[in-house]
């Protein structure tokens, strides 16, 4: 992993950032563990977030970077598109006797942004198939985190 400043930070443009403001004084991050990353200057930073609320245990846990390890070892990708893997299988169980079995399956996405627009698109199939395909109006925030047009 590159531990030093890049030569150029032309190519990648930054979501949700000011970009001009961001390469001019850039924050570089090269490392995480715990609570704290760690910058190119060697500097703790606080994640308030835990990582953009997707490392709620921490970043580095040994237990889950061993398990990660593991099943990259094994299987690093399997589709869901007509092919499965019973890992997938066994965790929407899992995941159904959490929520007490209150909903009828599980879909796994990759994101919110991904997750959203699934959800709206079966609303919409919902609707066809009870015969009220005319009920197409949706209502989203102008700006929005998820699915920004």
């Excluded at 004084?25 to 704290?36: D, I, Q, T």
């Excluded at 919409?124 to 949706?138: F, K, P, Q, V």
Aim: hydrophobic share 40%; proline share 5%; glycine share 12%.
């Amino acid at each position: 992993m590159n531990q030093s400043r890049p030569a150029s930070m032309f190519s990648f443009w930054m979501p949700f950032t000011n970009n001009r403001d961001f390469k001019a004084h850039p924050r570089l991050l090269v490392s995480a563990e715990g609570m704290y990353y760690k910058d190119v200057d060697g500097n703790s930073v606080l994640d308030g977030t835990a990582g953009l609320w997707c490392v709620p245990c921490g970043h580095a846990q040994p237990r889950i970077v061993g398990a990660v390890r593991e099943m990259v070892g094994q299987l690093d990708f399997a589709p869901t598109f007509q092919m499965g893997h019973p890992a997938a299988f066994d965790l929407a169980e899992k995941l159904m006797a959490y929520s007490g079995h209150k909903f009828g399956h599980v879909f796994y996405t990759n994101s919110g942004s991904e997750a959203v627009d699934t959800a709206l698109k079966m609303a919409l199939a919902y609707h066809r198939a009870r015969g009220e395909g005319t009920r197409t109006r949706l209502i989203g925030r102008e700006r929005g985190y998820h699915g920004v047009g």
